[in-house]
């Protein structure tokens, strides 16, 4: 009887142990995240002017900032989005246009940055990495639509 009981005490604090130490792994991480569109150039070529005219948004998790037209086929926007983020994992979405007035049709052309081919260019993050990144992706050519490098930087930095 004795030696039962101290294997199932042994049990219960081994589990005791293991369910506090997956708390303590997933547990969320307070950080200051800054992303920055350092560069743009265009690969494909605009049909209306032979000039990009692009504008763009960036989401880190539920904060979204969206940018102005900048016309050129290679431009530095220095575009920046930071917040503060509480989050096991850091969600950012960045999204890429050239903007066309009247005379060129009107409405919205997407600009694929994504290697994916993907509208929008999904980045995830893990908090506990620490400091700077710069990454430059180029857009997969996808029929129809815009394509560009895209150069950007990620910086989390701890509260």
Not at 57 to 69: A, E, G, L, W
Not at 90 to 112: Q, R
């Amino acid at each position: 009887m004795k030696k039962t009981m101290i294997i199932r005490r042994k049990y219960w604090l081994s589990v005791l142990l293991l369910i506090s130490s997956l708390v303590a792994t997933a547990q969320d991480i307070n950080v200051r995240v800054t992303v920055r569109i350092d560069r743009l150039r265009a690969i494909s070529h605009d049909a209306c002017n032979g000039k990009m005219d692009f504008k763009g948004n960036i989401t880190i998790y539920q904060t979204k900032k969206s940018f102005p037209v900048l016309e050129g086929n290679d431009i530095r926007p220095a575009w920046v989005l930071s917040t503060h983020c509480v989050q096991k994992r850091i969600h950012i979405s960045i999204g890429i246009w050239d903007d066309d007035d009247a005379i060129c049709g009107g409405g919205d052309d997407a600009v694929i940055v994504n290697p994916s081919g993907a509208q929008t260019l999904s980045i995830q993050l893990d908090p506990k990495d620490l400091g700077t990144k710069t990454t430059t992706v180029i857009g997969k050519k996808v029929s129809g639509k815009e394509q560009a490098e895209m150069t950007y930087t990620t910086i989390i930095e701890a509260l």
